[in-house]
């Protein structure tokens, strides 16, 4: 009987360890579906709130986004960032937001101009990644911020060729987009609120 009590003992040993050694791999197997934005050069400029804003961004519940850089996208079009439309998959929504650092860093001559800028361009895409979440659908919407109504210099970044096609609607959004650039405090609430 002892023989047997003991065998039990390490069956119930070797089966806990198992079962730990399998939680610890799926825990970080979860864990590291977040955060590669770490690895990515950017990251080493990101101010603290630049850090909480991708954060957020890479943890958002109603679209799952997928942090980029310096995609094909990048090389061949005049951008420092951008995110893409979502597409669906399986009742989830997914979509990329990519900052265009090479092109940042080629055009910026010290690091607080990087840092100014990398900031400003994730601020601004990160606002698009809220309006995606709000509510979840296929295209950006406008949250409606100052009613639309912004100074002419806010303006004048719509005169880029890019922005040229885009819809009263798609204009909006750009607009509120550029607004939010320099105001990280704003970027975080919408975020908090409508991708959470």
Not at 61 to 73: G, M
Not at 102 to 130: G, V
């Amino acid at each position: 009987m002892k023989i047997f009590q003991s065998n039990i003992l390490y069956v119930f040993l070797f089966v806990f360890f198992l079962l730990d050694f399998s939680l610890d791999i799926l825990n970080s197997t979860f864990n590291d579906d977040y955060g590669d934005y770490l690895s990515h050069d950017y990251s080493e400029y990101l101010t603290k709130s630049g850090k909480s804003i991708i954060d957020l961004v890479d943890r958002s519940e109603k679209v799952v986004f997928f942090p980029r850089e310096n995609t094909p996208y990048c090389k061949s079009n005049n951008v420092l960032g951008y995110v893409d439309y979502p597409y669906l998959d399986n009742g989830n929504y997914f979509s990329n937001l990519a900052i265009c650092t090479n092109r940042i860093l080629r055009y910026r001559n010290n690091f607080s101009e990087r840092q100014e800028e990398i900031d400003k361009t994730l601020n601004h895409e990160a606002l698009h990644a809220a309006q995606l979440c709000h509510p979840p659908s296929s295209d950006f919407l406008p949250f409606g911020i100052r009613n639309g109504m912004f100074s002419n210099k806010i303006h004048a970044n719509l005169s880029s060729e890019i922005y040229r096609d885009l819809s009263p609607t798609g204009k909006l959004v750009e607009l509120e987009a550029f607004y939010v650039e320099d105001r990280p405090h704003l970027v975080k609430q919408y975020l908090i609120k409508h991708c959470y």
